[in-house]
């Protein structure tokens, strides 16, 4: 079982930046494919971005492309999501998911576990 703690989320205003980070339990943190989803009041959750083990293939949805950056540091069993330049349409609670697969996901029902999630809200 893999426990998954976001950080780092809070109140930012338009325009600000903020990362967030995940920590993973799983000492085999390494072979996990890793992703970024996020759930806005009243809305369906929503991929935002996913990374492969190494760090060498990475995916975005269209509404964060060239904002937003997504990076793992094995070593520390990490996962980030550097957001800038955000908008207060990027207002949600973000999730970190872990997925057993090497290959990219984008949808809920591919990953495997979960975080609690961390609150982002951005103001205009």
């Known amino acids: 079982q893999v426990q998954l703690v976001e950080s780092g989320g809070g109140l930012v205003q338009a325009g600000g930046s903020l990362r967030l980070s995940c920590a993973a339990s799983e000492r085999t943190f390494r072979i996990y494919t890793m992703g970024w989803f996020r759930q806005a009041p009243g809305k369906d959750r929503e991929f935002v971005s996913a990374?492969?083990?190494?760090?060498?293939?990475?995916d975005y949805s269209d509404s964060v492309k060239g904002r937003f950056t997504i990076s793992r540091e094995n070593a520390k069993n990490t996962v980030y999501l550097q957001m800038n330049s955000l908008k207060p349409e990027d207002t949600a609670v973000y999730y970190c998911?872990?997925?057993?697969?090497?290959?990219?996901?984008?949808?809920?029902?591919?990953?495997?576990?979960w975080g609690q999630g961390t609150q982002v809200t951005v103001s205009s």
């Open positions: 998911a872990a997925r057993r697969a090497a290959v990219l996901g984008a949808r809920e029902y591919e990953y495997d576990y």
């Open positions: 990374i492969n083990w190494s760090g060498g293939s990475t």
